[in-house]
């Protein structure tokens, strides 16, 4: 298959994500293929899918360790209903261990992502050609503007749930009897780290404190 990106977007925006996340992995070499989640309020929809397609595929999980412990117990949840093969990577331990001690999240919540999330991503990105997340354009600005395929340096990133409304992650879930994250029905409709998580409509919780900031850092 040809990389042409823009080629590939027109023959994929035809495909529904189960059928783009299919032809993915027909298409290229499983090893080349980078799955991640963070548990959060849609991860079922993107995992359950990749685990009826390429069962056993690793599925990376960053652990900050400021997770909730709801979002713990979830990723064990979907881990025994699924089956799934979760690798978790961890931020170097001093590094991490000084973010906690500054408390980095409350003054610069950049670095804290920088540390806690992008930089034990980079380790594995650079193994794979291809990274799958499940972003969704009606989460942010930012992803509103996002292609299914795009180049972000030498990887390419694969959204095949991005024209999926919150609405139809809802719905697939449902109909596919995949639980919810615990803390959804307490009004929380994104869900990252303690510390920079409040409840609230789409990503409104997130990072509340800081204006502007929408995003770790993973996908910009
Ligand atoms: S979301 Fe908050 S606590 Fe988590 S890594 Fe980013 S700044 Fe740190």
Redesign the pocket.
Known sequence: MSLHLTELNQQYLRKDPYNRLQNLFSHFAPADILVTSSFGITAGVLLSMVHSIAPNHPIYFLD?T?HFPETLAYKEQLQAKLNLNIVTLKANPSDSQD?LDRK??ETN??L??Q???VEPLNVVKKEHKIWVSGLMSDQTEHRKALNIFEQKQNLIKFHPLIDFSNYDAMLYLMVNEIPNHPLMEQGYDSV??????QKGDCRMG??AQFAGKTE?GLHL
């Open positions: 900050t400021y973010t980095l999240w919540p950049d804290c992502c540390i806690n999330k990252g780290c303690v510390h920079c998580t997130r990072w770790c």
